[in-house]
């Protein structure tokens, strides 16, 4: 794929329903807001019937589901749209481990010595890598992403699952 075609395969807009979000610690709102930054920094996000992007999502909870709506660039003729549900069950498991990881975690950076933190913080990103490949699974002959959208959107799920 060339440079060109890979590049408007991106996300260039994300927003997460409001309603799907329950209150988070500060620790957790930052982390969300560096998920989102760094997501429209670089990302490469396509959708298999897409003919091109850049994308429009919004992430919400829709009766128990991971709903992603998905919107192309304006054509002349049409706007590409797709919605793609998935069940929140698999993810459950890696999610509540990450929390309880990332609890621990961020109580050892306020109290704990280096050595701890890097272990926690080795167990987080184990942890996130996990939920990451589980979502490039889950998204498989519907959205193409790399690891790193991977895992910068599994933060955002993160986020919802609060709720959910």
Request: aromatic share 8%; net charge negative.
């Amino acid at each position: 794929m060339s440079t060109d075609a890979r590049a408007s395969h991106r996300i260039k807009s994300i927003e997460i329903d409001d309603d799907s979000l329950a209150a988070a610690s500060r620790d957790q709102e930052q982390e969300r807001q560096v998920a989102i930054f760094d997501l429209l920094e670089a990302n490469y996000f396509e959708p298999v019937e897409a003919a091109g992007g850049p994308y429009d999502l919004r992430l919400s909870l829709i009766e128990n589901r991971l709903a992603f709506d998905i919107k192309g660039p304006d054509a002349p003729d049409e706007r590409w749209e797709r919605r793609h549900l998935l069940s929140l069950s698999p993810f459950r498991g890696v999610i509540k481990d990450y929390f309880m990881i990332c609890d621990s975690y961020y109580s050892a950076i306020r109290n704990s010595t280096p050595q701890q933190i890097e272990a926690l913080d080795m167990g987080r990103r184990g942890l996130h890598n996990e939920g990451s490949n589980l979502l490039r699974e889950r998204l498989d002959g519907k959205v193409k992403t790399d690891l790193d959208t991977a895992r910068r959107l599994f933060t955002l799920i993160c986020a919802l699952h609060w709720r959910g």
